[in-house]
């Protein structure tokens, strides 16, 4: 059976289309491709791709793009990306089975992936979960005061909390009432 070598060790290469069954780092592989394909047509928009899933639901495959640009995103935003990347993925070929195309915005719980968002909301309110305690805690909800230095400052009640970015496991901005 072939496998793939990665950095924490061997990953068999499932990729039997009929049952569906795919090795963790082979569907980020194919993430990975998807996003190199499509990003020039969203930069040609000036849309920011949040976020990309691919993943077996109910339904069936679902390859779900996030997106945002200034402003915000509406409906039809969200339709004409669909229609052009829908066209390019058919083009290109990259899934060959059934699968169902969502593209839809953040929503009021964005997701922070990149280090620029920590800058873009700063002073909104945010949750962080972290891969490793900081000051013996690794959950964490207060408002953004700024990033720098690859560190996000958070105010959390009364105190200042420093986070690394690099062990920032999961976040996404609070909604506010």
């Known amino acids: ?9 061997l990953c068999p290469l499932f990729f039997i289309l009929r049952e569906q069954v795919f090795c963790k780092p082979v569907q980020q592989m ?6 190199l394909l ?6 040609e928009q000036d849309i920011e791709l949040v976020d990309t899933q691919y993943r ?12 945002d640009k200034g402003g915000g995103v509406t409906l039809d935003d969200c339709s004409e990306v669909s229609r052009e990347i ?16 969502e593209v839809s915005s953040p929503g009021l719980d964005r997701p922070l992936h990149k280090e620029q968002d920590y800058v873009r909301f700063a002073g909104r309110k945010a949750k962080l ?10 959950a964490f909800t207060g408002t953004i ?33």
């Open 56 to 67: 077996r639901e109910g339904s069936g495959w679902v390859l779900r793009l996030i997106i």
């Open 30 to 35: 194919l993430i990975d491709e998807i996003k």
């Open 1 to 9: 059976m072939p496998v793939l070598e990665l950095g924490s060790g």
């Open 38 to 43: 499509i990003t020039p047509v969203l930069d």
């Open 145 to 177: 005061l700024k990033y720098e230095n690859h560190t996000v400052f958070m105010k959390t009640g009364h105190e200042v909390i420093e986070i690394p970015f690099d062990i920032i496991e999961k976040a996404r901005l609070e909604v506010e009432l």
């Open 86 to 101: 829908s066209h390019l993925l058919d083009v290109e070929d990259l899934i060959d089975h059934a699968y169902r195309l």
């Open 129 to 138: 979960k972290t891969k490793l305690p900081v000051n013996n805690m690794q």
